[in-house]
């Protein structure tokens, strides 16, 4: 398949790695923006403004006039609802990963492809279920430093994969960029 090239807005160094793999040639911009959480906002429309807020920033920076597309995307994991950023502090991130032991979570990713006339999003669901962590568990994956700047407090393409007894859904989507619906928005709005 023939992809056209893009803007990436994003900082992950994931994101960058999908694309390639898919064969999309892109520059990375970095947009600013507030990733706050509105308070009784349902996760899933958090990760839908979140993504449509970095492709609208990206497309800022660019040079007016600029018909380039923006490719943009959010990741967040659900737990009983409530929305698990990235982890504080070690003790935050402990405490993530106890309440994900042995349980099956959510992970939505948002991925939002802008060229000057429109917008589109998409939206990945995932579920991931962990294996019982014993505090060892924890502990040593903290040692890692692998899931501090992770939603959820873990990267399932990391040591993290130690833990996870199953997965129903795209692994590229809980990876933070679903490969399979990033490529058809790419083939609909990139004509």
């Known amino acids: 398949m023939k992809f056209p090239s893009i803007y990436l807005a994003s900082r992950s160094p994931r994101r960058r790695e999908l694309l390639l793999q898919m064969g999309v040639k892109f520059s990375v911009i970095n947009p600013d923006v507030d990733e706050s959480i509105l308070s009784d906002e349902l996760p899933i429309d958090y990760v839908c403004r979140i993504a449509r807020a970095k492709a609208k920033a990206g497309k800022q ?19 009983e609802n409530k929305i698990l950023g990235k982890p504080t502090s070690e003790i935050d991130a402990a405490q993530m990963l106890e309440r994900l032991s042995g ?89």
């Open 61 to 79: 920076l660019l040079l007016d006039g600029d018909k380039s597309l923006v490719l943009a995307a959010d990741t967040a994991v659900i737990f």
């Open 103 to 191: 349980k099956t979570h959510q992970v939505l990713t948002a991925v939002t492809l802008e060229n000057s006339e429109h917008s589109e999003t998409v939206v990945s669901t995932n579920e991931v279920r962990f294996a019982v962590l014993s505090e060892r568990d924890i502990e040593w994956y903290l040692r890692t430093n692998e899931g501090m700047d992770k939603a959820g407090g873990y990267a399932v393409q990391g040591q993290a994969a130690l833990f996870i007894e199953h997965i129903e859904g795209s692994y590229s989507g809980i990876m933070g960029l679903p490969i399979r619906e990033t490529g058809q928005l790419l083939l609909n709005l990139g004509k």
